[in-house]
């Protein structure tokens, strides 16, 4: 039997819409990365940018489990001494919610070139509104 490796120029890309409203993140964020992976497809190649688009909508009420919301932190360093800050998930919903999954989605990709390249196909936004109408994207089921 042969192993058939996935090509660039083979590929169809599909799009999906996840609606964040009451998920929990961890939970959204590991289905999000494999479909961006394209590990949701019988023909994934780990070398490969086999994955689909995915639209996150109501970003902003996105649920965390426990006491998440107040004790999770995160930390920015700008390089110099003693000049780190934390910022926790209250913080960010009211500024940047989307921020929160982006952040989430990141963590769970390999640390690489390709990862890189396959964050640029996730699409956050706030509130309930996405300007990708035109490409029809189809509700991503989360088990």
């Known amino acids: 039997m042969k192993t058939t490796l996935a090509k660039k120029e083979e590929l169809e890309r599909n799009w999906f819409v996840v609606d964040a409203s009451e998920k929990i993140l961890g939970r959204m964020a590991v289905k999000i990365a494999d479909v961006l992976r394209g590990r949701h497809k019988p023909i994934y190649t780990p070398h490969v940018d086999a994955g689909d688009f995915v639209v996150v909508v109501n970003a902003e009420k996105v649920a965390l489990s426990g006491n998440k919301e107040e004790q999770k932190q995160y930390m920015f360093y700008s390089g ?6 934390y910022r926790n998930v209250a913080d960010f919903r009211a500024k940047r919610p989307t ?9 769970m990709m390999p640390k690489n070139r390709l990862a ?11 509130g309930p509104d996405h ?11 989360m088990d």
Do not use: D
């Open 116 to 126: 890189r390249q396959m964050l640029k196909k996730l699409k956050i936004y706030a």
């Open 131 to 141: 300007p990708h109408e035109a490409q029809n994207p189809q509700p991503l089921e």
């Open 80 to 85: 110099y001494v003693g000049n780190e800050k």
């Open 99 to 107: 921020f929160i999954i982006e952040n989430a989605v990141k963590g």
